[in-house]
């Protein structure tokens, strides 16, 4: 049975970092893509970044400020925030998908996880 199981989250002010994780299990990932995801209250899902073998992805928003990276032997992706405004207030969920394609839909991946909740304070 596949699991991902995200953590990491929490309260921080503007201007500054917070480090997401999410831990994969039930089968091998090491060909997946892993991404994650956002929703803020009343708004949809949105893309955030992917990164697979080809390399990784990121939407605009956070260029810049967010960095995405994968610990193979852990089955383990990581989301490191800084430089955090109250505009990325959200769930943040990660989601793997078995193709190798770095995807920003959200309909593309097949698994997710519960979310994990990251609000940052003006």
């Known amino acids: 049975q596949v699991q991902l199981v995200e953590s990491g989250g929490g309260l921080v002010q503007a201007g500054g970092s917070l480090r997401l994780s999410c831990a994969a299990s039930g089968r091998t990932f090491s060909g997946y893509t892993l991404a994650w995801f956002r929703q803020a209250p009343g708004k949809e899902r949105e893309f955030v970044a992917a990164?697979?073998?080809?390399?990784?992805n990121y939407a605009d928003s956070v260029k810049g400020r967010f960095t995405i990276s994968r610990d193979y032997a852990k089955n383990t992706v990581y989301l490191q925030m800084n430089s955090l405004k109250p505009e990325d207030t959200a769930i943040y969920y990660c989601?793997?998908?078995?193709?190798?394609?770095?995807?920003?839909?959200?309909?593309?991946?097949?698994?997710w996880g519960q979310g994990t909740q990251v609000t940052v304070s003006s």
């Open positions: 990164i697979n073998w080809r390399g990784t």
């Open positions: 989601a793997a998908t078995s193709r190798s394609l770095l995807l920003q839909s959200k309909n593309d991946y097949d698994y």
